[in-house]
Nanobody
Framework: VQLQASGGGLLQAGNSLRLSCAFSGRTYVFNAYAMGWFRQAPGEEREFVAAISRTGGITIYSDSVKGRFTMSRDNVFNKVFLQMDSLKPEDTAIYYC????????????????????WGQGTLVTVSS
């Protein structure tokens, strides 16, 4: 499995940005995987941002981004997205997408160690 995150950049607070993560893999099809977004700021531990179930029917968010970020997936084009609105300086971090094989259609997880595969990350910098 390979995950390729993209869409990061430098922008001012209050603006919006959309991250993408392209999935490629041979063992299982994309809709066998639940997906997550995590972020890591300099000097900080990696933290949960959002997760989505295999079919996209269930999404969960961290309290810090709830109401501002929206995670979605496209099981035809094998991608997940993170729409980030009303960005704040504290959203500055490297954003990582992650995948885990999920036998349960509605399963979503917040813990990084629950995920099997990780992308390389994309940097988001929000200035005040």
């Amino acid at each position: 499995v390979q995950l390729q995150a993209s869409g990061g950049g430098l922008l001012q607070a209050g603006n919006s940005l959309r991250l993408s993560c392209a999935f490629s893999g041979r063992t299982y099809v994309f809709n066998a995987y639940a997906m997550g977004w995590f972020r890591q700021a300099p000097g900080e531990e990696r933290e949960f941002v959002a997760a989505i179930s295999r079919t996209g029917g269930i999404t969960i968010y961290s309290d810090s981004v709830k109401g501002r970020f929206t995670m979605s997936r496209d099981n035809v084009f094998n991608k997940v997205f993170l729409q980030m609105d009303s960005l704040k300086p504290e959203d500055t971090a490297i954003y990582y997408c992650a995948a885990r094989v999920s036998e349960v259609a509605r399963s979503v997880r917040r813990t990084p160690t629950d995920y099997d595969y990780w992308g390389q990350g994309t940097l988001v910098t929000v200035s005040s």
